[in-house]
């Protein structure tokens, strides 16, 4: 695959810079790299929501699961301000870096399939933007959905106590690529799963703007 040749920068678990590798190589050698992830935050009739999307089936981790509102690596040579793109090229927004709010550096690391480890310096976001559903246009071999999660139910997501499924209102395109409306339900199996840790730095920051 094309992404398995794009060229990240490698770091030390103290983050400092100590070379680059193919994402192929950092992945399947666990090596630390950065990413840029924005959780975009809306409120739909006094009710406040995070947007979540669909990971494509054929992506090399968490294929078919909810993830974060946009997300990608950093690639060799490119400043956190660069990750702006993600949001244009996976959802087609343009949003400037200063709209953003920081919720800070944190650092994950993740089992994948077939033993290996995904360790990365997450570069963690959050934008708030209440533009309808249908104003996104979503990259076909990334993201297959988005779907509003009232936040109340990220928090019990965010706790591990999703003890029961959700109902969220999304966005999925149909045969000719148009986006449709969607109900869906969903479980907690269907989440990429994050820890306590890095949802409570996602939380913390949402806190402060509603």
Same mark, same amino acid.
């Given at each position: $695959? %094309?992404?398995?040749?794009? &060229?990240?920068?490698?770091?030390?678990?103290? $983050?400092?810079?100590?070379? &680059?590798?193919?994402?192929?190589?950092? !992945?399947?050698? =666990?090596?630390?790299?950065?990413?840029?992830?924005?959780?975009?935050?809306?409120?739909?009739?006094?009710?406040?929501?995070?947007?979540?999307?669909?990971?494509?089936?054929?992506?090399? &981790?968490?294929?078919?699961?909810?993830?974060?509102?946009?997300?990608?690596?950093?690639?060799?040579?490119? +400043?956190? *301000?660069?990750?702006?793109?993600?949001?244009?090229?996976?959802?087609?927004?343009?949003?400037?870096?200063?709209?953003?709010?920081?919720?800070?550096? @944190?650092?994950? *690391?993740?089992?994948?399939?077939?033993? %290996?480890?995904?360790?990365?310096?997450? !570069?963690?976001?959050?934008?708030?933007?209440?533009?309808?559903?249908?104003? @996104?246009?979503?990259?076909?071999?990334?993201?297959? =959905?988005? @779907?509003?999660?009232?936040?109340?139910?990220?928090?019990?997501?965010?706790?591990? +106590?999703?003890?029961?499924?959700?109902?969220?209102?999304? $966005?999925?395109?149909?045969?000719?690529?148009?986006?449709?409306?969607?109900?869906?339900?969903?479980?907690?199996?269907?989440?990429?799963?994050?820890?306590?840790? @890095?949802?409570?730095?996602? $939380?913390?920051?949402?806190?402060?703007?509603?």
């Amino acid at each position: $695959m %094309k992404q398995d040749l794009e &060229t990240f920068d490698i770091f030390d678990r103290e $983050m400092k810079l100590i070379g &680059t590798a193919t994402r192929r190589k950092a !992945h399947e050698q =666990g090596l630390w790299h950065q990413t840029f992830q924005c959780w975009i935050l809306s409120k739909q009739e006094d009710e406040w929501f995070l947007l979540f999307q669909m990971r494509h089936p054929d992506k090399d &981790t968490f294929p078919n699961l909810l993830d974060i509102s946009c997300a990608g690596h950093l690639l060799a040579g490119e +400043q956190v *301000e660069d990750g702006v793109r993600e949001l244009e090229e996976e959802l087609g927004i343009q949003v400037e870096f200063k709209e953003l709010h920081s919720c800070g550096i @944190y650092q994950e *690391e993740q089992l994948l399939d077939g033993g %290996k480890t995904d360790r990365e310096f997450c !570069h963690v976001f959050v934008l708030k933007d209440d533009r309808p559903l249908h104003a @996104y246009r979503l990259q076909e071999d990334e993201v297959t =959905g988005l @779907y509003r999660v009232r936040l109340a139910d990220v928090r019990r997501i965010s706790h591990v +106590q999703l003890d029961a499924p959700i109902r969220a209102h999304g $966005m999925e395109p149909d045969s000719n690529g148009l986006l449709r409306d969607v109900e869906r339900t969903f479980d907690a199996g269907d989440f990429v799963p994050h820890g306590k840790d @890095y949802f409570r730095l996602v $939380m913390d920051t949402i806190e402060t703007l509603i």
